[in-house]
DNA sequence: GATGCGTGGAC
DNA sequence: TGTCCAAGCAT
């Protein structure tokens, strides 16, 4: 049974080693600032700190605060957002800055912080165990797998794991301990092939002590990914293109597009495809045909073709567009 | 509890 | 190439 001293561990190792996450602090300070952490644990829901911190620095040197931010325009954050998938982040991001705002700063409690547009169970502990200290363990892969094989559980529910954890989090360093384990998962306890020779938890470990670390916790059983398909409209008039904003709910809700009759589960037909893009979302794939229009379709705007980087696009129609752009013939003749 | 929701890197 | 995976949330 992992002690006190498990966690003296845990924290020595990780402040021993470079923290993956400095740039959260506030500029000048080791002080984590609470609007830059929870940007950054908005950013980081589902998706790697490689691909974060970039964008992340991006955000705040666009939006230095959360007043900033929430006097931003809807447009302009979601175009700053493209690219990092998962857009109802960037929706409920916009809404909870304004509500921030609106009642003067973050809340500091897990409790209150729960209660804003796209703060769940994780992120609302992260932010006040790292911004505030409130002794509360954010649940996330990391720590639920860290959990598992420390403790041999096959399929632990995150209040489990927060019935084991809790106990050991260190009175005054919640959210050192949150970002130590959460390391820990990254860089050691990794699902596969995990480093355990170097794992301070070690010698607290029970699937290590069974020689078995990667069976904990069970792999989830796969689905099959269905193939759809699509076609887009490539409608240019001189130096323009004509784009769309998408309905605010489903896939790539809200954001930038070209236009196109809705995805189907069977090809259906158009005039001659100029080019193909093979797209691979969460739940299915798609085949987007780009076929080139006279007229332009639906309430949309005309952007200069030779910035299409700066449209706003999500990855599906910035890889449509430069493809386009590629096909010099099919480029003219449109 | 199950499902829908992006993208890119590792292997 | 395909498969797995990632500091989850809303419904």
Redesign the pocket.
Known sequence: MPSANAANRLMKHYLGTA???PW?AAPGTNAPDPYRVWL?????????????TPRFNRFIERWPTIEDLAAASDKSILSEW????????AR?LIA?AREIAARGSLPNTAEEL?K???????????VAA?AFGERVL????????VAARLFAMEQP?DSQVRDVMTPLIPTDRAGDF??A???L??TIC????PLCSRCPLAPDCTAFALGQPELFPR??A??H?PHRHGTAWWTRRGDHLWLVRRPD?????G?AALPGPDWTDTPHPHGPALARI????????LDLDLVSASEPVGDGWWHPVDDIDSAG???????AARAALATPLFDAAA
């Open positions: 923290r993956t996450l959260r950054s644990e908005v950013m980081l829901q589902q998706t790697t700190v490689t691909t974060v493209a690219g990092l998938g998962y857009y109802a982040r409920n909870c729960r804003l547009p796209g703060v769940g169970e994780y992120t609302s502990a992260a790292i954010p649940v996330d892969t990391n720590i639920r797998r529910t949150a970002q384990l959460m390391d998962g990254a990794r699902p596969a092939k792999p989830k796969r689905k990914r709910h489903g896939i790539l809700g954001m093979r797209h691979v979302f969460t739940h299915f794939s696009l999500p990855t599906l129609y910035l890889k």
